[in-house]
């Protein structure tokens, strides 16, 4: 008899980042379904305050994701009309940090004043990303299994499956180079 487990991971990643591990240590074959649709994000017009906090409602944006700084006036104070990468805090605010690795550091910029005029965001366009999949004895130890490492430069679906798997943990680590991929990662862990 066999004992279904489904597990669901979706969201936007625009940088570097892991998904949560799966549990297999029962596990007799492992289903990983991962749906990929690669898009650029829309501009958004945006307010800033001095908190470093910047409003865009429904932005959409992940953290990490490169982004140019407009305005039809003046820049709040701390930004200048340059890349900028994206320190996602809700579906409508964020901060800005002077580069990927600060993003992901969640070290912001400063900003100390409001600026004047409409200040917009411009996405960057995907150039590359890709996906693979870490496999863990202990949930501490990950090893890449490089049968299963995808590039994703189009909107896909992709299927693996790990029969008979010799370790307790399973993950999805993502990178993307610039711009953002939208996923959903299924995985359905099948015990005899």
């Known amino acids: 008899m066999f004992v279904n487990e489904l597990i669901t991971q979706s969201g936007n990643v625009a940088a570097a980042l892991n998904l949560a591990s799966i549990d297999t240590k029962k596990a007799k074959v492992v289903g990983l379904y991962i749906n990929t649709v690669v898009a650029t994000p829309a501009a958004v017009t945006f307010t800033a305050a001095v908190t470093d906090i910047c409003t865009a409602v429904a932005h959409g944006y992940a953290t990490g994701l490169r982004v140019a700084a407009t305005t039809t006036g003046t820049l709040p104070a701390g930004l200048s009309a340059t890349n900028y990468w994206i320190i996602k805090i809700d579906a409508d605010t964020f901060k800005l940090a002077s580069s990927a690795a600060n993003a992901l550091a969640g070290t912001a910029v400063d900003i100390t004043g409001t ?10 366009a995907i150039t590359g990303g890709s996906y693979k999949v870490q496999v863990s004895p202990d949930n ?35 990178a993307v180079t610039t711009g953002q991929i939208a996923y959903d990662v299924n995985t359905v862990v099948k015990e005899l």
């Not at 090893?143 to 994703?152: E, G, Q, R, W, Y």
Request: proline share 4%; glycine share 4%; aromatic share 14%.
């Open 115 to 124: 600026g004047t005029g409409v200040h917009t965001l411009t996405p960057a």
């Open 140 to 174: 501490i130890l990950w090893f890449d299994l490089a049968s299963i490492t995808n590039n994703v430069t189009a909107t896909a679906d992709f299927m693996h499956q790990l029969v008979d798997p010799s370790y307790s943990f399973v993950r999805v680590v993502w």
